[in-house]
């Protein structure tokens, strides 16, 4: 296609899954929606084992299945079940129920391998019926490491209880450690697909990854870097102060996909709580929770992600909701001391999400777009010459050893010229971004949805030059990493200015009044294209650190410390007037003790730890 050929070369694009999702037929005519009804694999007890291993009893454990993460076989909690066992549970069958699970076996250690181990064998049966049955043997076959996931349609006993029975047997000694993931009840309901409509908007949300306010024109930025994004704001609403929910990506993105604080989603993301595998207990949006994408798919709204940040993925389930989502991978590159991560640019990811336009521009769509540049390394398509003296990875653009040594190690501070040229760099990425803006812009409008498709940009988190002493974004909650832009254009959307404060909360109800979609009554956000309703916005990157803000003033709170600034005298946040903050912003703060708990998370990304590695949230 068009656009196609224009994805061939680009080493950080993951092509062959590109080339696998991209759709390629028209979608069904309606849209299958999951509702989980019942875990099963939270009632296991002893009412649940009918039989069990002599000495290797029915237990939740987390099991890895294959070392290779990216097909499929990496750690997951689990009903580790050694043969023989059977499980039986007795549920209450809806109409389009069905049961979901997963079946993997952990193969033994090298040094602890039997020649003569046998297969494991995995059945299902229902009132005694049989309805699934699979064979794994990791140690003799290749292909039978890693998990595999499973459908089995209930049909025949909807409407009635039934016993839905599990079991694992081995003909001997077994080739593993086999186990049940994600054993659920689940009911399908198919709803019809909204059509496009002129009075029916669709509504594209376009994240600019750490791209701080005051380096885009129509926030003050001189020369404005962004003169694209400037004409098109100028056709829409500015909010002139936008506050992310946190300072990196993961917490930020997870607000924005939920309408959630960070303690109410609990997508911290934190390395701290790496465990062996590799995965975190709060670096997966948890499933219990509802997402734009799914309010939106029950309204018959098709939907779209195209993500070039690696964090904002299936492995982090930060995709939950999308019937459509595109993932662009990172490289890594590794030579002559260089370190360097190569993102998808914008325009693959327009250009990968106007391919798909192209085929579905019949139908009503909600679409959200996360491009990387100005992510470090700061590495723009046409870089100007580096000034002489600088470090060799100053002068690249690659600060991310430097920042982790001053953020993580106390390292020295960099010098002036040393700020001076990383943020040149910084600049030049913006202009490189908003370089490709009209390709999406121009793609709406040959598809012929411009006039009716609200577009929203805004970004996950800023960047910090060391105007507090640290560098890039994820450690501190200072307005230089916390306010962004946010940007709301399009039909029935009046074009001004607004000073009431925005905050990335409320982006799901914002969507959801486009949308004509229902807003969760508990939703703490509001409507912000609704009549100004001031109040103070507040971010966090943990439960001890944390901020609350008005276009005014500002306190920030690190365990048991507060900082407060005037912003109106003092917008540089530089004299701290702590440490008794404006009553408004105290009991902001306050609120969030109240904030509802976030449910348990139902898995994690094996492969997060290096993820925060690669794009440097750790050192």
Avoid: C
């Avoid at 993460?69 to 580790?80: D, E, I, M, N």
């Avoid at 309204?299 to 964090?311: E, K």
């Avoid at 723009?380 to 993580?408: C, K, T």
């Amino acid at each position: 296609m068009r656009r196609a050929l224009g994805l061939l070369g680009l080493a950080a694009v993951a092509v062959a899954a590109v080339l696998a999702l991209r759709p390629r037929h028209p979608l069904p005519e309606t849209l299958a929606l999951e509702d989980t009804i019942a875990d099963l694999g939270t009632r296991v007890g002893p009412a649940t084992i009918v039989a069990q291993a002599a000495g290797a009893p029915v237990r939740t454990a987390v099991i890895e299945p294959a070392k290779d993460h990216l097909a499929g076989g990496g750690p997951r909690r689990a009903v580790v079940a050694p043969p023989p066992s059977r499980l039986r549970f007795r549920v209450a069958v809806p109409d389009g129920g069905a049961l979901r699970f997963g079946i993997g076996v952990e193969p033994p250690a090298d040094g602890e391998r039997r020649p003569d181990t046998t297969a494991v064998e995995f059945t299902v049966r229902v009132d005694g019926r049989g309805v699934f049955t699979r064979a794994l043997d990791p140690v003799a076959r290749k292909g039978d490491r890693g998990w595999f996931d499973a459908r089995v349609d209930l049909a025949a006993v909807a409407g009635r209880e039934a016993d839905v029975e599990l079991a694992t047997t081995a003909r001997g000694p077994a080739a593993g450690t086999p186990g049940w993931s994600h054993v659920r009840l689940v009911r399908t309901l198919r709803v019809a697909r909204q059509p496009a409509a002129p009075e029916r908007p669709n509504v594209l949300v376009l994240v600019v990854d750490t791209l701080r306010a005051d380096r885009v024109g129509v926030y003050g930025a001189t020369p404005s870097p962004t003169p694209e994004l400037d004409r098109f704001a100028a056709t829409g609403l500015v909010f002139e102060h936008a506050l992310a929910q946190s300072s990196w990506t993961m917490p930020s993105v997870a607000s924005l996909m939920t309408g959630l604080h960070p303690r109410s989603h609990g997508v911290w993301g934190g390395a701290h709580d790496a465990d062996a595998s590799g995965g975190t207990r709060d670096g997966f949006l948890p499933d219990a929770l509802t997402t734009l994408a799914e309010h939106a798919a029950r309204a018959g709204i098709t939907t779209i992600g195209v993500s070039a940040n690696p964090l904002v993925s299936r492995g982090t389930n930060l995709a939950q909701g999308f019937e459509t989502f595109v993932e662009y991978g990172m490289e890594r590159r590794f030579g002559r001391g260089e370190r360097r991560h190569d993102w998808a640019p914008a325009r693959a990811v327009y250009d990968t999400f106007l391919d798909w336009l192209d085929e579905h521009r019949d139908l009503r769509f909600l679409a959200y777009l996360q491009t990387m540049e100005p992510h470090d390394p700061y590495a723009p398509p046409s870089p100007p010459p580096a000034p002489p003296g600088l470090r060799p990875a100053i002068a690249r653009g690659d600060v991310y050893e430097l920042a982790n040594e001053r953020n993580f190690r106390g390292g020295p501070p960099l010098d002036d010229a040393e700020i001076a040229w990383l943020r040149t760099l910084y600049d030049a990425e913006v202009r490189a971004w908003d370089a490709a803006l009209p390709r999406l812009l121009d793609g709406l409008a040959d598809a012929g949805v411009a006039g009716s498709t609200v577009v929203v940009v805004t970004a996950d988190h800023g960047e910090a030059f060391q105007e507090h002493g640290t560098l890039r974004h994820g450690v501190d909650l200072y307005d230089e990493t916390v306010r962004v832009p946010l940007v709301v254009a399009g039909p029935g959307v009046p074009a001004g200015r607004r000073r009431d404060q925005a905050e990335g909360i409320d982006l799901l109800p914002t969507v959801a009044r486009l949308l004509g979609v229902p807003v969760p009554a508990a939703a703490p956000g509001r409507d912000l294209l609704a009549p100004p309703a001031p109040r103070p916005g507040v971010t966090e990157l943990s439960p001890d650190h944390a901020a609350a803000r008005t276009p005014e003033a500002k306190v920030v709170r690190r365990g048991a410390t507060l900082e407060v600034y005037d912003l109106l005298r003092d917008p540089g946040e530089r004299r701290n007037l702590g440490p008794t903050p404006p009553p408004p912003l105290a009991a902001a703060l306050a609120a969030l003790a109240d904030a509802p708990p976030p449910p348990a998370a139902d898995g994690r990304d094996p492969a997060l730890a290096e993820k925060l590695r690669a794009l440097g949230y750790v050192p």
